[in-house]
């Protein structure tokens, strides 16, 4: 059986610590300010967390694009050469048009190289939430599954990945296109603070509104208490877009009122927080299925 590469993409917000710890490996979109692209790297080497988002408080309007075909054909080739099959996990196919992509250039790989298998996974989520599925197929390869059986395990759970957000303002959000709420929710928010999910179909869905910043961060904690399962040992992740200080005081909480998690914390990636905006906060982890909600 060949060796199985496990791929994700900037979307997935997996810090290098995570990566490196489950030999994850990831694919790089690009931001676009005022034209210019620059890749959407998970370890920040082009700019900093605070000057993305400074420049998005500022006002400025940054756009991503997904990943290009030639990041694609690069990498799939030259894993497929290397003797990998290769298990791509991408962003939600209802946010990004990478899984597609992908795809698209495994077939044209797979013609190249025969004995290859290439798939691409819609991860039914981003930020976090796809890379919880990525460290899921990391731990499925490393119990030996092939590259088939890795696909054939998560299909079913990918809707037990719990995704809480609370944002100050839906304005990136919106101007994205990137979160389903109704005109009223839109219309209503002065002095509330929003609560985002990522539902069954992949969507990010505006499901409450609570009152005030720490109200909101304790509903954070509440949700992901009532709906995670064996926490015990379970990876926990709190990501920020720049508000470092509220994630700590997030993660702390979260081990207060559910013992035995690993909470880790880290940084909203370019790709999600040029959508998102500034000082958002975020809690991933694994639990009920999200088919409970109805929005």
Same mark, same amino acid.
């Given at each position: 059986?060949?060796? $199985?590469?496990?791929?994700?993409d900037s &979307?997935?917000?997996?810090?290098? %610590?995570? #990566?490196?710890?489950?030999?994850i +490996?990831?694919?790089q979109?690009?931001?676009?300010?005022?034209?210019?692209?620059t890749?959407?790297?998970?370890?920040?080497e082009?700019y900093?967390p605070k000057?993305?988002?400074?420049t998005?408080?500022?006002g400025n309007?940054?756009?991503?694009?997904?990943v290009p075909?030639?990041?694609f054909?690069?990498?799939?080739?030259?894993w497929?050469k290397e003797g990998?099959d290769?298990?791509?996990?991408?962003c939600?196919?209802k946010l990004s048009?990478?899984?597609?992509?992908?795809k698209?250039v495994?077939d044209?790989?797979?013609?190249?190289?025969p004995?290859?298998?290439?798939?691409? $996974?819609d991860?039914?989520?981003?930020? &976090?939430?796809?890379?919880?599925? %990525?460290? #899921?197929?990391?731990?499925f390869? +490393?119990e030996?599954?092939?590259?088939?059986?890795?696909?054939?395990?998560?299909?079913?759970?990918?809707?037990?990945?719990n995704?809480?957000?609370t944002?100050?303002?839906?304005k990136?959000?919106?101007?994205?296109?990137?979160?389903t709420?109704?005109?009223?929710?839109?219309?209503?928010?002065?002095?509330?603070?929003p609560?985002?999910i990522?539902d069954?179909?992949?969507?990010?869905?505006?499901?409450?509104?609570?009152k005030?910043?720490?109200n909101?961060i304790q509903e954070?904690?509440?949700?992901?208490?009532?709906?995670?399962?064996?926490?015990?040992?379970?990876?926990?992740m $709190?990501?920020?877009?720049?508000c470092?200080?509220?994630?700590?005081?997030l993660a702390?909480?979260?081990?207060?009122?559910?013992?035995?998690?690993?909470?880790c914390i880290?940084y909203?990636g370019?790709?999600?927080g040029?959508s998102?905006g500034?000082?958002?906060?975020?809690?991933?982890?694994?639990g009920?299925?999200v088919?409970?909600f109805?929005v």
């Amino acid at each position: 059986m060949r060796t $199985v590469k496990i791929v994700t993409d900037s &979307c997935s917000d997996l810090p290098k %610590a995570l #990566r490196d710890r489950f030999n994850i +490996d990831y694919l790089q979109m690009n931001t676009v300010k005022d034209g210019v692209e620059t890749k959407a790297s998970l370890d920040w080497e082009y700019y900093s967390p605070k000057e993305l988002y400074d420049t998005i408080r500022d006002g400025n309007r940054v756009t991503t694009t997904q990943v290009p075909a030639p990041e694609f054909e690069k990498h799939f080739r030259e894993w497929a050469k290397e003797g990998f099959d290769i298990v791509y996990i991408a962003c939600s196919g209802k946010l990004s048009g990478s899984v597609n992509t992908g795809k698209v250039v495994a077939d044209q790989i797979m013609q190249e190289v025969p004995e290859a298998k290439i798939f691409s $996974v819609d991860s039914l989520n981003a930020c &976090c939430g796809e890379g919880l599925v %990525a460290i #899921r197929a990391a731990e499925f390869r +490393d119990e030996g599954l092939s590259a088939e059986e890795i696909v054939k395990k998560l299909e079913p759970i990918r809707n037990n990945v719990n995704q809480y957000v609370t944002v100050h303002n839906l304005k990136a959000l919106k101007a994205a296109g990137r979160v389903t709420a109704s005109s009223a929710f839109f219309g209503n928010l002065l002095g509330v603070k929003p609560i985002l999910i990522s539902d069954k179909e992949g969507y990010n869905v505006a499901i409450k509104k609570v009152k005030g910043r720490f109200n909101s961060i304790q509903e954070l904690v509440d949700l992901t208490a009532e709906s995670i399962e064996n926490p015990d040992g379970q990876i926990v992740m $709190v990501v920020h877009s720049d508000c470092e200080d509220e994630a700590k005081e997030l993660a702390k909480l979260l081990e207060e009122k559910i013992p035995g998690i690993e909470v880790c914390i880290g940084y909203i990636g370019p790709i999600i927080g040029a959508s998102i905006g500034a000082d958002a906060l975020g809690v991933f982890s694994w639990g009920k299925n999200v088919d409970r909600f109805t929005v």
